[in-house]
T-cell receptor, first 115, second 114 residues
Framework: TQLLEQSPQFLSIQEGENLTVYCNSS?????LQWYRQEPGEGPVLLVT?????EVKKLKRLTFQFGDARKDSSLHITAAQPGDTGLYLC???????????????FGKGTKLSVIP | NAGVTQTPKFQVLKTGQSMTLQCAQD?????MSWYRQDPGMGLRLIHY???????DQGEVPNGYNVSRSTTEDFPLRLLSAAPSQTSVYFC?????????????FGQGTRLTVV
């Protein structure tokens, strides 16, 4: 099993602050996805990064894929209460069982943005 | 748009009982999967399917059974429920088995085994 370590596990910050969430592995992934999950709901995709060194921006969110495709980060600028939720990274690898791919999820970072 | 629909949303079972968690998608997706989510453990893959008639095991398959007779439906069966299977279960589907495709998740089934 390929492991994805996310840090920090919990993060509580004031509105307007910046933050970074990290997702690290010793394994190489063909691509990496970030999802956001709200209580009582399923995860929803935020972004997919494919190329080593790739940087993608989604409004106040900046995602980076490491050069070696083993790690990724999510940076939020000027956090808002609406950013509160569980952030999950997921690495995509080929899975030989049925000639398919498999998504391996990190344990998540629970973010609380206090007004 | 319905997307991925899971039923039931909540369920309480007694140890030893069996039940089926239903999952249906209306997006004509090839790839469907079942995850369980436990506090501090993230999402762990139980079983997945790359198309009708094809299924395979994920990371934590023991105690669960799946079948895929149609593209739309991917039910998860608990054969003999145990307290360790208390969890939130998510079904997901993707357009293809190629890389970099978005996984669409259902709203989850919260299962308690007493």
């Amino acid at each position: 099993t390929q492991l994805l370590e996310q840090s920090p596990q919990f993060l509580s910050i004031q509105e307007g602050e910046n933050l970074t969430v990290y997702c690290n592995s010793s394994s190489v992934f063909s691509s990496l996805q970030w999802y956001r999950q709200e209580p009582g709901e399923g995860p929803v995709l935020l972004v997919t990064v494919v190329t080593g060194g790739e940087v993608k921006k989604l409004k106040r969110l900046t995602f980076q894929f490491g050069d070696a495709r083993k790690d990724s980060s999510l940076h939020i600028t000027a956090a808002q209460p609406g950013d509160t939720g569980l952030y999950l990274c997921a690495g995509l690898t080929a899975y030989s069982g049925a000639g398919s791919y498999q998504l391996t999820f990190g344990k998540g970072t629970k973010l609380s943005v206090i007004p | 748009n319905a997307g991925v629909t899971q039923t039931p949303k909540f369920q309480v079972l007694k140890t030893g009982q069996s039940m089926t968690l239903q999952c249906a998608q209306d997006m004509n997706h090839e790839y469907m999967s079942w995850y369980r989510q436990d506090p501090g453990m993230g999402l762990r893959l139980i079983h997945y399917s790359v198309g009708a008639g094809i299924t395979d095991q994920g990371e934590v398959p023991n105690g669960y059974n799946v079948s895929r007779s149609t593209t739309e439906d991917f039910p998860l069966r608990l054969l003999s429920a145990a307290p360790s299977q208390t969890s939130v279960y998510f079904c997901a589907s993707s357009y293809s088995v190629a890389e970099a495709t978005e996984a669409f998740f259902g709203q989850g089934t919260r299962l308690t085994v007493v």
